[in-house]
């Protein structure tokens, strides 16, 4: 139903964003990384990903800015944000962020694929 969706990923780690692409990409997902967040708003409008997936700890972001500026768009206030970490307070942050849910480091293939089918548009 909601294969060839497009999610986008923030991850500064390579090897999980590695294994990330590969169980998205054999689920039909499209997978696009960022790196950096200067035009990432814009990016969202533009390509109007089903779900962002976004490490709530990436080391040169900050990632609740870039959850802030998405909330506070009309054109992007919809779109499903789930926040991964190995944090142990992620129940408290998907409150605080109000994204759509979180997904715990380390994660296994099919919670990757359940958090995504679950929360995609």
């Known amino acids: ?3 060839g969706k497009k999610i986008f990923i923030f991850e500064d780690d390579d090897s999980i964003f590695d294994v990330m692409c590969i ?3 054999s ?3 499209v997978v696009q990384r960022f790196d950096d967040s200067s035009d990432f708003i814009a990016q969202v409008i533009a390509h109007n990903p089903g779900l962002i997936l976004m490490d709530i700890h990436y080391k040169q972001l900050r990632t609740e800015s870039l959850i802030d500026q998405l909330r506070k768009n009309s054109k992007t ?3 499903p944000v789930i ?4 944090d142990a307070n992620l129940e408290k942050l998907v409150l605080k962020y109000k994204v759509s849910g ?3 480091k380390p994660f296994d293939m099919i919670a990757l ?3 995504v089918k679950n929360n995609i548009e």
């Open 27 to 29: 689920e039909h997902y």
């Open 113 to 115: 694929i359940n958090i």
């Open 83 to 86: 926040i991964s970490s190995a």
């Open 23 to 25: 169980v998205l990409e």
């Open 102 to 104: 979180y997904l715990k």
């Open 1 to 3: 139903m909601f294969k």
């Open 77 to 79: 206030v919809k779109v």
